[in-house]
């Protein structure tokens, strides 16, 4: 009986330390444990939904609208998909820190996107819709989505056995096409003849011939 009591004890003094905290405290706990899961999307969506019950708002630490500038400045400059991976470093910087920032969510998935990392983009998407936009925002979201999904069914499409065969085929096709018609020669002796091999490509076949220009030979 005492341990029951002890146990009730523990959890009331459990739940009321809980309801002792301010939002502000549950915020800061709920980052600190994203810090050590950042791939938890679940804890994600409960930051956001908390956040859009604060009254007032959480300001916006310093260092995530810093990486949310370097973000912007490397996207801009994007070229390649090692550059947009690059911009997707310092986004997510931003999202970790401030995990409840639409713009950072929706600027992470367009570099995730452009750097074929599909799922991440989707995921971020996601994320980002749950920041309540304006309509104008969640209708762009949501045709991103439809895209991004287009292009991720598409890679995968691209990357089966099948594909790869068929893809191989066709390069071989292309460089047999290239070379069909031509002829290569070269010199060749040995201890009794010297002349020059002639090798003619007719579509996948190799004509091959030996042409004598002397011989040491002796019956």
């Not at 600190?32 to 019950?53: C, F, G, M, W």
């Not at 980002?128 to 989505?145: C, F, G, H, R, V």
Request: cysteine-free; proline content about 5%.
């Amino acid at each position: 009986m005492k341990k029951i009591v002890l146990a009730f004890t523990l959890l009331l003094a459990f739940i009321s330390a809980v309801q002792a905290q301010t939002p502000q405290q549950t915020l800061n706990q709920y980052i600190s444990d994203l810090q050590k899961t950042p791939n938890d999307y679940a804890l994600r969506e409960k930051i956001i939904k908390h956040v859009q019950a604060m009254k007032p708002a959480p300001a916006v630490p310093d260092a995530a609208r810093k990486y949310m500038d370097r973000g912007i400045a490397a996207i801009e400059g994007a070229k390649t998909e090692e550059d947009f991976r690059a911009a997707s470093a310092e986004f997510l910087k931003a999202v970790n820190l401030a995990p409840w920032l639409g713009d950072a969510y929706r600027n992470l998935a367009i570099a995730r996107d452009k750097s074929g990392q599909y799922d991440a983009a989707l995921n971020n998407l996601r994320l980002y819709l749950l920041t309540s936009p304006s309509p104008a925002d969640e209708a762009w979201a949501k045709s991103l989505i439809n895209k991004v999904e287009y292009r991720k069914e598409k890679a995968a499409k691209e990357s089966s056995p099948a594909a790869m065969a068929e893809k191989k085929r066709q390069e071989e096709g292309a460089v047999l096409k290239k070379i069909d018609g031509a002829r290569y020669k070269y010199r060749h002796s040995d201890s009794r003849d010297a002349g020059y091999w002639i090798l003619d490509i007719r579509g996948n076949q190799v004509i091959k011939g030996f042409v004598i220009t002397s011989s040491r030979f002796s019956p």
